[in-house]
């Protein structure tokens, strides 16, 4: 079977859609329409139902599909073995959001280094989307995500359960109630949250993204919520302070990664690297 052919079959999966899947893939439609074509009439079963809504599986589609993203994972897999650097026994691709790289994937690439120093990495950012194709097409063998999907042929383990935080400049820098800002921490958060227009009013600056909000605030005051192992290196040097009695919230990590991969070594060593950072 040709990769191409699996890999549009499965960038339609993800979409819905064919013409989706062409921009994607930035081919024309004519092309998708022709490899899914000719991989039906390879397999002798119907594998889409085309609509005006787009595109659906068949139950041989749904069948077929499992058997697409195993065949792209090793031709991805077996195209990062043989470009493993000379003294490095294997590679392991890692991506994650980032928010959740400084300082949790920062100290797992220190920890590699220390630890399996034989074993050469790939490290990726994304947003969640993204990381997520990654995973389902073999560029990825872990993904660390704050609330992943229920993927299956995916195992999903939580690595870290971090604290946000509430806090702010010195009092004497900042006006915090006129000064906070509202990071989007997911909609768990959104939920749980609750406290920022009623202890705050409506915050005059919302950020998608949390070391953004981080920043900003450091360069020109204010208060917001923010993971804990960030924000430490500033409470400990007095550039931040603890908000006293503000509520705080769980906020988890997770390791997505396809369930063959347990039975290799260095995905096995990586997992272990990441759960020992963590903790």
């Known amino acids: 079977m040709d990769i191409d052919r699996a890999r549009t079959f499965l960038e339609i999966v993800h979409t819905g859609s064919f013409f989706k899947a062409a921009d994607r893939l930035h081919v024309t439609q004519t092309t998708v329409s022709a490899r899914i074509r000719t991989l039906e009439e390879e397999l002798g079963r119907k594998l889409f139902v085309r609509n005006r809504n787009g595109a659906t599986l068949t139950a ?13 994972q090793i031709w991805e897999r077996a195209r990062q073995q043989l470009s493993v650097p000379a003294g490095r026994s294997s590679v392991v691709a890692l991506g994650g959001e980032l928010s959740l790289w400084n300082p949790l994937l920062l100290d797992w690439l220190v920890w590699m280094k220390k630890n399996q120093p034989t074993i050469a990495i790939h490290a990726n950012v994304g947003v969640p989307d993204q990381l997520v194709e990654q995973l389902r097409t073999g560029v990825l063998d872990i993904a660390i995500l704050y609330a992943p999907k229920i993927l299956p042929g995916f195992t999903v383990e939580l690595i870290e359960e971090e604290q946000l935080v509430l806090v702010r400049t010195r009092l004497e820098e900042t006006d915090a109630e006129s000064d906070y800002v509202h990071v989007d921490w997911g909609p768990q958060f959104a939920a749980q949250h609750g406290i920022g227009a009623a202890a705050f009013g409506e915050p005059g600056l919302l950020v998608g993204l949390g070391p953004l909000g981080l920043s900003y605030i450091l360069r020109a005051g204010g208060m917001g919520y923010f993971r804990l192992g960030a924000v430490k290196p500033y409470l400990e040097a007095g550039q931040l302070e603890l908000v006293k009695h503000a509520p705080q919230f769980t ?18 060593q990586a997992l272990s690297g990441l759960k020992k950072v963590a903790h």
């Open 60 to 72: 041989a589609g749904r069948e077929f599909e499992r058997f697409a993203q195993s065949f792209v």
């Open 251 to 268: 906020y988890p990590a997770y390791a997505v990664y396809p369930d063959a991969a347990e039975t290799r070594e260095d995905v096995r």
